[in-house]
């Protein structure tokens, strides 16, 4: 047993200071108080103020081998997000296990100073530089879950489906690392992986396909036969593109999400990441199906996507994660910011965090990240902190310029809006703070 003290803890709905948490052996919290324990056990003191940490919603690891080598602009007027991809596939092509190893080990080490504290990883880069399926099978999802438990972060590992090269269109050369060429290879794939996750104390399974576009449509109920009645979280990127949107009209007479919502069982389980071109109708809908949507915002505009449509999606009771994606930015706090000024700037209105229930926007997001971040890894507790949970928590330092003059209550959105990495002074997993 032993405590922990901070000069603030927030829970779901407002702040306990003094707080003392108890916790067993393995950093289980078995006790949150705010008065000095009697037993005669070590406190640590902190000066600081707990947050929980965020889900990392959506990941490619071996992105980050690219941060920065996209932004020399030799495509006179057509540098687009289609040609960053062909970018992305030589970096893909190129990468070896021993260095995919490294740079999630890399990356993910980063996400934990920064305050994520569990990161889905929507993984497709499955084979060989030949494309041929390694003789290990799970060999590039093992370095990642070998990576995840050497840098401390919890992982959601989900190995992708991904068989097309656009819609009705083959694969090309540059995707030929990610492709099963039909369902039953895919799954002989999953199982492989699936064997190999009890062996990794802080990992989990989830389970996706890449798009629609990269999977024949006709496939859909058999993934949903062999899925939806599993624990499983169920994530694919849907409608980042206009000529996504344009490409899936044209064969299957729908939008991505209209004929996702026509044809699937959508639930909470699901989550769709990106959803940048959406209708109104799409948009309440899907609200309205209880799916989590994940944002991407630094990626989404560094790649020029485009702005989702927050405000209609919040009306109608929508549940956003966040996530880092291609990893051009890291922070959970720069990305909320990106959401919540793209839509300030878009609508002339600074209210886009807030609801009927919650005005402050800090805390407003804070919820939603919580909520619909465990959800996209197959949680559903949305308490901040929990008896019977482990303790897993971003520390902000007291004693900051900013926090150090500042009432408790502006806290959650001086984070989000007014401070960098300088304020946190680390991250606590499983009752211990990660070394970065
Ligand atoms: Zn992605």
């Keep these: 047993m032993k405590y922990l003290h901070f000069k603030a803890i927030t829970l779901k709905d407002n702040w306990l200071e003094n707080a003392y948490i108890e916790l067993d052996k393995d950093g289980i919290i078995t006790q949150i108080n705010t008065s000095k324990p009697t037993k005669n056990e070590q406190i640590e003191y902190i000066n600081g103020y707990a947050l929980p940490t965020l889900v990392n919603s959506h990941s490619h690891a071996f992105q980050y081998a690219m941060n920065g080598k996209a932004e020399v602009h030799t495509h006179h007027n057509a540098d687009d997000f289609w040609s960053w991809r062909e970018a992305m596939y030589a970096t893909a092509l190129s990468i070896s296990p021993e260095e995919m190893q490294k740079v999630a080990t890399l990356l993910y080490k980063e996400m934990l100073r920064v305050g994520y504290g569990e990161v889905v990883e929507f993984h497709y880069l499955h084979h060989d530089k030949n494309g041929k399926p390694y003789q290990y099978l799970p060999e590039m999802s093992e370095r990642l879950l070998i990576a995840a438990q050497n840098a401390g972060i919890k992982i959601t590992l989900v190995p992708i489906f991904y068989q097309k090269g656009g819609f009705g269109k083959p694969a090309t050369d540059g995707q030929k690392r990610f492709i099963s060429k039909d369902f039953s290879t895919y799954l002989t794939l999953f199982e492989s992986i699936k064997k190999i996750i009890p062996n990794y104390k802080n990992a989990t399974l ?6 629609l576009r990269a999977m024949e449509p006709h496939l859909l109920p058999a993934f949903i036969d062999t899925f939806g009645s599993e624990k499983y979280p169920i994530h694919l990127h849907i409608a980042e593109q206009l000529l996504e949107v344009k490409d899936c009209l044209e064969y299957l007479h729908a939008r991505p999400v209209e004929w996702l919502l026509n044809n699937a069982p959508i639930s909470e389980k699901w989550n769709l990441t990106h959803c940048t071109h959406l209708t109104d109708f799409e948009t309440e809908k899907l609200a309205k199906s209880k799916a989590n949507v994940i944002l991407c915002p630094s990626t989404e505009g560094n790649l020029g996507d485009g702005i989702f449509n927050l405000k209609t999606f919040q009306k109608y009771g929508g549940k956003w994660a966040i996530g880092t994606d291609s990893h051009i930015g890291i922070n959970p706090a720069e990305e909320m910011r990106w959401l919540d000024y793209g839509q300030r700037l878009r609508t002339h209105n600074r209210q886009s965090f807030t609801s009927e229930t919650q005005k402050e926007s800090g805390r407003f997001a804070l919820q939603n990240v919580i909520k619909a971040g465990r959800q996209t890894t197959g949680k559903m507790n949305e308490e901040f902190f929990e008896i019977g949970k482990p303790f897993d928590t971003l520390v902000l330092d007291a004693s900051h310029p900013v926090l ?23 991250t606590i997993i499983n009752g211990n703070f990660v070394k970065v």
């Design 404 to 426: 150090s003059n500042q009432s408790l209550q502006y806290t959650l959105s001086s984070w989000l809006y007014g401070l960098d990495s300088k304020a946190y002074l680390g």
């Design 206 to 211: 989830g389970v996706g396909f890449h798009s």
